[in-house]
Structure formats: C-alpha cells, structure tokens
C-alpha cells in the first residue's frame, strides 16, 4: 500500500515559503476525525473519556483542539499538569500518570484535584504526606508474567517497572479503605505500540476481572478502568491502521458479560492513547541539503535526531517522501541522514526512494506522537518549529523554533551570550 503524506507539493511550497525548514506539520483535519471516531466507538460506555497522553504531542494549541473534541488529559510531571491548568484543564478532567513522582508534583497534582493513577503501594503514605490523599484514586496494576494474546507475544509486565502486583493491589485498596478513600479506578498499560485489535480488549479483560474480584472480596467501589495508551500506528507502508470501532465492539462484548453482570455496568472506561490520536497526524519536513557518495549513498538533511529521536533510539522505521515525487519510480537506494556527530543518526538506511536533489522537501511520516517531544540539544543543535494546517488549508505557527538565545538561557547569569551576538 502507499502511503501518501497528508500534504500536497503546493500547499508545502507555500508553508515553506513562510516558514524554513525544518519543521514539524500537523494536520487538525486529522486530529479532530480520529478523537471523534475513538469517542464514537466507546459511545455505548456511559462515563467514556480520552485523556491524551501529554506527552506524546505537548503542544497547547494541539491539546486545545482535542479539548474541544471532548478529551482530558494524561500528565506525568509538573510542566505537564501546569500547561493542563493554564489550558483550563481542571479537576476530573486530568489524570496523573506519573512514578517515582517527586513530593511537589503530587501536592501539585492534589491542588488541581486530579485523578492520581497510584504506581506503587508505598506511594501511599508518601501521597498522605505530600498532597493529602483525595477520595477517589487510580491504582496501576502490574500483572507480571508475559502477555500473550493466543499465540501472539505482546509485551513483558515482568520486566516493566510500572506498577504494582496484584497482592500490592488488594493490600493497597485495603488501606486506602481505612484511610478514608472511597471510590477506586483500575489502570494498566501493558504493550507499546500493538498493531493487533486484540491487544486493547485482552487489557480490559485483565482489569474487569481485577475489578470483579476487589468489588467481591473487599466491596470496593470502583468509578473507572483506565486502558492507558498502546495501541500502534501504521509506520510501515504494509500495515494497516489498528480498527478502532472493533477494538470498541470487542470491549463492549467483554464489558457486558464481566462487568455488567457483576452489577459494574456503571463503570467509566478511560483511555490515555497518544501515539494513536496524533502519531499519523503529524510529520517532520526537512529539505535535502547534501549529497554524499562513499561506500553508500547519502542524503543529508536540515534536520537530526533532535527534531526525532525515534529512529536512533529505537531502529524505528519511519516512512519518508519526497514531496513532489510521489508518483516517481524508487528507484535510488540511499541513507537519509541527519547532522549529527553520531552515527546512529539515520533517518533511513538503505531506503528505496525517487532521485532526490538538493533542495528536495522531505517528508518523514507519523512523527505527529513522540516527535518532537522527545528531542534535545545534542551537538547544541535546538528544536524546530511546529506548524498547524488547518482543514481550511490556512496554517500557523504554533511554536517557533529555538534560537541561540534559548540554549544559552539557563546560563544567562554570565554575559557570554552578549559576547558573541
Ligand atoms: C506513554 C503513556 C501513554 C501513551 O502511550 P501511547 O503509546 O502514546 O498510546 C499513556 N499512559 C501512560 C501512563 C503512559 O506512560
């Protein structure tokens, strides 16, 4: 299957008119059609909520389009809960995912009212001291052992250090009891990125049978199951995009043989997806500025491993075009590389794509989820611009890139920056 990038040859021209390379461009049409198909499919949930995972894309002019579609948001530090709050954000509407959370974030968390998602049990005491504990709480669960759905591996719990195991759970709930907490939410995220339908539905499973059993054994009160993030995107041009409406049928199904024969029917599910709501909707676009052959050929970009980190981080595989091209033979093999004095910063490798020239506009894809929020400063290289193209075509900045001036600010106590400008 090809993948074709969501923005024309001309309608980049003209971005890249305005605004130089590179950048990364998110496309709002998208955004807004996939948090009303996920809402769509969990519609038969009464409680249902998205809380995006911030981040993912922590972009306030992104967050406030998916605020308008009805999501929360999923934070897991103080920056995060703080760009929730000045979005108006409030209350319920926040979930606290966070571990090995530091005191401030917690009283920081607790003063927003927040849904606090509890790593571990010995956090308890530590949220008493440091915040206070609220009366509802999320707990997150840890099954351990290796998930496998029928034959298919999909993660290790074991080997994850998020979470508590089921003991810790039920001892947990037990002493949140007696402490005066009333209501209970239950929360796992067990695969990253799963291209299977099965994955979100076997997770849901795992935690209505944890919530039977609490509601059995200890009369918990129980307001929601949290699913996390994980579901996959379509990276490569073979796979197909996860199938949202019948991940939300098959949990339905579940649903109703499980919880709502057990009397749990009212529970609220929640989701934290991030990489599902934005990865497709977003990309890197850099412009090819060299052309070097030695033992390979290489083409050499505007932009490195600080505007995406995935590929050098994680081998990921990241689907380039070359605008304008679209319909062009590949029939080059290149490494498409970025600057930096790493040699893991590779873009592709060995990658079949059209001649390319200097001056071509590259298009890397799905970078609109753990983009541009995963970059750095490495080789004193700083962080592009991202750009919003409206579904009226119109586009704007909506964070300009960093300058000299912003590397140099957290050692501004000197005058070294006046002695270079
Ligand atoms: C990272 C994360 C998510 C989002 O994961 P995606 O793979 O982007 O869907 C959700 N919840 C928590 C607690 C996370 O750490």
């Not at 605020?67 to 954000?89: I, N, P, Q, R």
């Not at 009366?135 to 290796?146: F, H, Q, S, T, V």
């Not at 990489?275 to 676009?285: A, Y």
């Not at 541009?372 to 009226?392: Q, R, T």
């Amino acid at each position: 299957m090809q993948k074709k990038p969501f923005v024309s040859f001309d309608k980049l021209k003209e971005i890249t008119e305005r605004y130089p390379t590179p950048f990364h461009l998110y496309d709002e049409a998208g955004i807004r059609r996939t948090a009303r198909e996920l809402k769509d499919a969990f519609a038969w949930n009464n409680g249902f909520k998205e809380y995006f995972a911030v981040k993912a894309c922590p972009n306030p002019f992104i967050l406030k389009i998916l605020k308008e579609e009805g999501c929360g948001v999923d934070c897991a530090s103080l920056t995060e809960l703080k760009l929730a709050e000045a979005l108006g954000f409030r209350g319920d509407d926040i979930m606290f995912s966070s571990n090995e959370t530091p005191a401030e974030e917690f009283e920081y968390a607790r003063k927003l009212d927040a849904t606090i998602n509890l790593d571990d049990i010995t956090h308890i005491d530590y949220l008493a001291r440091h915040g206070g504990l609220p009366d509802r709480i999320c707990l997150r669960y840890n099954p351990g052992g290796e998930l496998l759905i029928g034959s298919v591996y999909m993660g290790q719990p074991d080997a994850s250090k998020f979470g508590m195991t089921k003991q810790q759970i039920f001892s947990a709930v037990q002493r949140l009891q007696q402490l005066g907490v009333k209501r209970f939410g239950l929360h796992a995220l067990l695969a990253s990125n799963a291209a299977d339908n099965n994955y979100y539905p076997a997770n849901a499973s795992i935690l209505f049978d944890l919530a039977i059993e609490l509601r059995r054994k200890l009369n918990a009160e129980l307001f929601m199951v949290n699913l996390s993030g994980g579901i996959g995107i379509p990276y490569l041009p073979e796979q197909s995009m996860p199938d949202i409406h019948t991940i939300g049928a098959s949990i339905r199904e579940t649903f109703g043989k499980q919880m709502s024969a057990d009397g749990l029917g009212e529970v609220a599910i929640a989701t934290e997806l991030g990489r599902f709501m934005t990865g497709p909707h977003g990309c890197l676009v850099a412009r090819a500025i060299h052309k070097k052959h030695i033992y390979k050929e290489y083409i050499g970009l505007d932009a490195c491993a600080v505007n995406l980190m995935r590929p050098a981080m994680y081998d990921a595989y990241h689907h380039i075009t070359v605008s304008g091209k679209e319909d062009a033979l590949c029939d080059h093999v290149y490494d498409v590389v970025g600057s930096l004095c790493e040699n893991n910063d590779k873009f592709a490798v060995d990658r079949a794509l059209p001649q390319i020239d200097d001056g071509d506009l590259i298009i890397i894809h799905d970078t609109g989820a753990h983009g541009y929020s995963m970059g750095y400063n490495y080789n004193g290289k700083l962080k592009s611009a991202e750009i919003l193209l409206h579904p009226d075509g119109s586009f704007d900045m909506i964070r300009r890139a960093e300058t000299v001036r912003d590397y140099f600010a957290t050692f501004d106590f000197c005058d070294l920056l006046k002695s270079v400008e």
